[in-house]
């Protein structure tokens, strides 16, 4: 049993403070009689996420109705379905037995109700009805009384705003979030929300409001949870639902016996090695509990989903029949493109504007032979609908025929969707260019995407992310019968990785308490070599993030919040990655990245993505942060697009102001971009001048982002063609943490089963060469240097394949490139040659007799 839940997850060193310099483990003291009512706040997580929500539901009033109206649907939804259900003589509304009138012979719709007494009668005397109304009414008092509270709390919250911040609610709608956030870190000298801290940081902020969706992401980037399935004649898929998500935070975060003591502290039992295997069995009986109580609620919880469904989405398929062929980005979809501190509204702006793109993009693929069978299904369809809506203009009683009316909305349904199926023979769809414009807005695409954007491989990889409505619809239907079979025979076997994951990857840091070290964004603890963090990162292969996840987060947060003072290591990393760009958008002879990224696309799609949208593209700021017109830049170079964006221009738009507010040190000036506070650009301005220099602004920074995504995943793409080789034969020698010893556990108790090997983990890669290995690049780094698994994304090429491959993948002389085989957005195949690695991973010794061993950011 022991050895069913073995790892090989490595401790990880704390990596630097975030405290400014000096204030470690600092307590301030207020005297009481000028103590604020927000000193020393105890839940600053709680906190900061209800000011958080109550900015996003754009006030209290909203924020009040939305969830009253909230309580008043669970009723109606339940009360109208054991209406329908009792209440209604269906014999009397199909006309299927006569209703005897003194004074008419119509009937109306009050005939078809039964007496109350009755419809009582129905109700008391089934078992079932009665049922789901005492768990429908319990569910709904502790809604009502969980609102009662939210009053009360969001109350105190909307205080905080009009009293501290000094916005009225009325205002709130037109603050953007980094305004209020702006003005957090300044009341934190006055207030002193946080007592362990002098100053509050953007990422202090960040951290406590994302702390549990920053493991999250985490967990997915590194393949840890169950989502990922083969069932018989579906092939791959990802099964991620709302459901499944509340139980996985559940047993990890805030449920009864969850691994986290409060919101911000984990259990000091989880920070100790030793007893890494009790704690994993204890796990996976927790798990096992709480899979048999979904499994017991299954039937109800399956009712409420069928029935809410039904409301929510029957009148917009029959006003907009098509919807259900319309595509929305799926859950899995946004937590694997999610960066690390990544707001949701910063994440959902994103992935709203990649839309379009990644629909067109899926519009590529209509199958010729749906299109020929929908052209003629229509054909006889509307041949029958024309003949029927021709009768029923010419005799309005042809309605009254049983099934007419029925068919014609059946007809006008089945038409519509026909025409989804039928693409418009007026447009050109290039897949590679699409593929690349959505890459400048989601930031995150396996590397055996490239290339291949024209294949049905890849389409279906990507519609794991961008999903049928249709199919997020039948997901979240059957979610209540999957998710236990997934609690208890997937994720229950994946306990002792778990465990492991949150000992390895916690870090306490001060004033903001445990998190999630990927979170931290530290290039040197988590960076990638394979995403410019060569010669600048330590990590292990096991520490690594996926896919570049650290150094996109890292440039994400620091263009989102410009005036954040990262250290100094990140800072040198950020203004390298700037440097470089703006060097080569100045057109340096020594490099040409973002010239071959400009030149395998049309310029109208480079230009897009670099100029933003194309009211903004003729709007320049001017010295004096006037707005003036220049001529469209949509097709000129990408390099002078870049120029304009560049962080001297913006800086010396706005120079003026931010020294009048206090931001002119030198690593502030640094990081000061597009992203600027719109209000702090815009002091001394009109309302109207704030607001559209905000929108520029937000234009610009995403822009910025998006260029810089581009680039990184270019330099990423260069780096795997020179060094493919390399990396096959030298992936078994990594580092130290791949190797691996037998089992040692004579310190903690001399367990019997630790003579056992223990296996490596299936959610790291592994390779095995193939039989015809690869030349070794000569450009590559000595080979003692360990390989990344960014640099083997790509399944084995087979003769089939090659041509397709020929832009990333590096062919020798006598024989081709070779990469183990990654699955799609971070998985590792474990069939053929790809199986686990033989070796097992040295145990830490047992700490069960000394005290835990917390590293703290200090």
């Not at 630097?16 to 103590?35: A, R, T, W």
């Not at 793409?717 to 130290?736: C, F, P």
């Not at 791949?738 to 367990?751: I, K, L, Y």
């Not at 060469?769 to 000569?778: E, F, G, Y």
């Amino acid at each position: 049993m022991a050895a069913h839940f073995d790892t090989e997850y490595q401790r990880l060193e704390a990596s630097y403070s975030d405290s400014p310099p000096g204030e470690e483990n600092l307590l301030v003291h207020i005297p009481d009689g000028n103590k604020s009512p927000w000193h020393h706040i105890e839940n600053l997580d709680l906190f900061f996420q209800r000011v958080y929500n109550l900015h996003q539901k754009n006030g209290f009033t909203c924020m009040l109705l939305g969830e009253v109206f909230e309580l008043v649907q669970l009723l109606f939804v339940v009360g109208f379905t054991v209406f329908l259900a009792n209440c209604v003589d269906y014999d009397i509304l199909f006309a299927n037995k006569l209703v005897n009138h003194t004074d008419s012979s119509k009937v109306t719709l009050p005939d078809a109700f039964l007496p109350m007494d009755v419809c009582s009668a129905h109700i008391r005397d089934n078992v079932a009805v009665m049922f789901v109304l005492v768990i429908s009414g319990v569910f709904w008092l502790h809604r009502l009384i969980k609102f009662l509270y939210n009053v009360c709390c969001y109350w105190e919250i909307r205080s905080f705003y009009t009293n501290a911040l000094k916005i009225s609610m009325a205002e709130l709608p037109y603050f953007t979030w980094q305004e209020v956030q702006a003005r957090i870190v300044e009341i934190q000298k006055e207030h002193q929300i946080c007592i362990h801290k002098k100053e509050l940081t953007e990422l202090d902020i960040y951290h406590r409001i994302l702390r549990f969706k920053n493991y999250m992401v985490a967990m997915v980037n590194k393949s840890l949870l169950p989502v990922r399935f083969r069932p018989p004649l579906l092939g791959e898929i990802v099964f991620y639902t709302r459901g499944l998500k509340y139980n996985f935070e559940l047993i990890f975060f805030w449920g009864p016996g969850s691994l986290f003591k409060s919101e911000w502290s984990l259990k000091p039992e989880y920070k100790r090695g030793g007893n890494r295997l009790e704690l994993a069995e204890k796990l996976a009986s927790r798990i096992l509990w709480i899979g048999i109580a979904n499994l017991v609620l299954c039937p109800v919880i399956l009712v409420w989903q069928i029935l809410y469904a039904f409301f929510s989405y029957t009148e917009v398929i029959k006003r907009e029949p098509g919807s259900l062929g319309a595509r929305c980005w799926s859950l899995y979809g946004r937590c694997y493109l999610r960066h690390f501190n990544e707001l949701d509204h910063e994440l959902m702006s994103r992935l709203s504007k990649g839309y379009k793109a990644s629909s067109k993009y899926m519009n590529c693929f209509l199958s010729p032979l749906l299109t020929v069978v929908a052209k003629n299904v229509a054909f006889f369809a509307g041949s029958l609908l024309a003949v029927l809506i021709a009768l029923t203009i010419y005799d309005e009683d042809v309605l009254a025929v049983e099934h007419v009316l029925s068919s014609i909305t059946l007809l006008g349904v089945c038409i519509t969707i026909c025409r989804s199926f039928i693409p418009d023979k007026h447009l050109v769809y290039c897949p590679e260019q699409l593929l690349r414009v959505i890459l400048a807005h989601i930031h995150y695409m396996p590397d055996h995407w490239q290339g291949n954007a024209h294949r049905y491989e890849t389409r279906d990889q990507f519609s794991q992310l961008f999903q049928y409505k249709a199919v997020f619809i039948l997901e979240e239907l059957i979610s209540p019968v999957v998710t236990p079979f997934i609690l208890i025979f997937s994720l229950r076997r994946k306990s002792l990785e778990i465990i492991d994951f949150f000992r390895n990857f916690t870090v306490e840091v001060v004033g903001v308490g445990d998190t999630c070290s990927f979170a931290q964004m530290d290039v040197r603890q988590h960076g990638h070599p394979a995403w410019m963090s060569e010669g600048k990162t330590e990590a292990s292969i096991y520490q690594q993030a996926e896919d570049g996840k650290t150094e996109l987060s890292l440039m994400h947060f620091a263009i989102t919040n410009p005036q954040w003072n990262p250290p100094t290591e990140t800072t040198h990393f950020i203004s390298q990655l700037k440097e470089r760009v703006h060097r080569e958008a100045t057109g340096d002879a020594h490099t040409h990245t973002l010239t071959s990224l400009s030149e395998s696309e049309p310029r109208s799609l480079i230009a897009n993505f670099l100029t933003g949208p194309p009211s903004l593209a003729s709007l320049h700021l001017g010295r004096h942060g006037s707005m003036t017109n220049h001529e469209p830049i949509g097709n000129s170079d990408g390099a002078s697009a870049l120029r304009s964006l560049s962080v001297n221009s913006m800086r010396g738009s706005y120079s003026s102001t931010h020294r009048s507010a206090g931001h002119t040190s030198s690593a502030n000036r640094a990081m000061v971009g597009s992203g600027t506070d719109a209000r702090t650009a815009s002091s001394g301005s009109s309302a109207w001048e704030g607001q559209l220099t905000s929108l520029v602004l937000s234009e610009y920074a995403s822009t910025e982002m998006s260029i810089h995504a581009l680039y990184i995943h270019e330099l990423h793409k260069q780096q795997s063609q020179g060094e493919l080789s390399r990396h096959t034969w030298h992936r078994q020698d990594s580092d130290d943490s791949s190797d691996s010893v037998t089992e040692d556990r004579g310190a903690g108790g001399g367990n019997p089963s630790s003579r056992n090997p223990i296996p490596r983990s299936h959610t790291f890669p592994v390779s095995t060469p193939t039989s015809t290995p690869a030349p070794v690049s000569n450009s590559g780094p000595p080979p003692d240097r360990g390989a990344t698994p960014g640099q083997e994304e790509a399944p084995v090429q087979t003769n089939s394949q090659h041509r397709c491959w020929a832009n990333t993948v590096s062919v020798g002389s006598e024989g081709r490139g070779v990469r183990s085989a990654r699955g799609p957005m971070g998985g590792w195949a474990e069939d053929g040659n790809q199986g686990r690695h033989p070796y097992t991973v040295p145990e830490e010794g047992s700490e069960d007799d000394t005290p835990p061993n917390i590293h703290k950011v200090t």
